[in-house]
């Protein structure tokens, strides 16, 4: 069973309409969680990091959260552009472990 | 800086052919990723370096993958003889000091279609 589920796996969004991303994990015992943007036909790109005692984050119009004790973690975008179509990867660390959790992404669209 | 080099950025092959692909990372990262990720999914750990020493290995298929990193630069990974399930994108990601603190930085991958 994948340690990272990310939900809903796509969306289509209309411009300038906001939207929320899920990512619920299992890795324990955890050390931080990162949020990639992946366009298509390039490389992830690091949004955001959220370590055990942050709860929200601001990148833009990105916004991370995260609560431990549930083990779970969203990105809000505010007011979606036509740039922000593309993949968001959830990424957990576990102390002790070199290995990183990859969810599947989510896939979002946005139309004009 | 510079981003993580790679290349080539496509490559078509015949299943049972062969094929290498290549990665210079980001000057001074001594952490070294190749990832393979297929379309839907997210990326998959393929083999980490840490300098010109393997840290992490065990997802990699060593009856047909190979992978090397001379020096502790640039790094080269090696199919063969490639499967139709090889199909995928192969991301190569350096970092910098900090395991887990310092994000991933990507290059934009190898497209590799089997036929």
């Known amino acids: 069973k994948n340690q990272v589920e990310q939900s809903p796996q796509s969306l289509i969004i209309l411009e300038g309409k906001n939207c929320t991303l899920q990512?619920?994990?299992?890795?324990?015992?955890?050390?931080?969680l990162r949020w990639y943007k992946q366009d298509t036909g390039r490389g992830p790109v690091s949004l955001t990091i959220m370590t055990f005692s942050e709860n929200t984050k601001s990148n833009g119009r990105y916004t991370a959260t995260l609560d431990a004790d549930t083990k779970q973690s969203s990105l809000h975008i505010t007011a979606s552009q036509l740039s922000d179509s593309a993949s968001y990867i959830c990424v957990v660390s576990a102390y002790g472990n070199n290995r990183l959790a990859f969810g599947k992404g989510n896939q979002v669209v946005v139309i004009p | 800086e510079a981003g993580v080099a790679q290349s080539p950025r496509y490559k078509i092959i015949e299943k049972r052919q062969s094929v290498a692909f290549w990665c210079n990372p980001i000057s001074g990262h001594a952490t070294l990723y190749w990832y393979q990720q297929i379309l839907g999914q997210g990326p998959k750990l393929l083999i980490q370096f840490q300098n010109n020493g393997v840290v992490d290995d065990s997802q990699l298929p060593k009856d047909r993958f190979s992978a090397e990193r001379l020096k502790g630069v640039d790094s080269t990974l090696k199919i063969q003889p490639a499967k139709l399930e090889d199909s995928a994108v192969y991301l190569c990601?350096?970092?910098?000091?900090?395991?887990?603190?310092?994000?991933?930085?990507f290059g934009n991958g190898t497209r590799l279609t089997v036929t």
């Open positions: 990601a350096s970092s910098g000091p900090g395991q887990g603190a310092s994000p991933l930085h």
């Open positions: 990512c619920n994990y299992t890795v324990s015992p955890f050390s931080n």
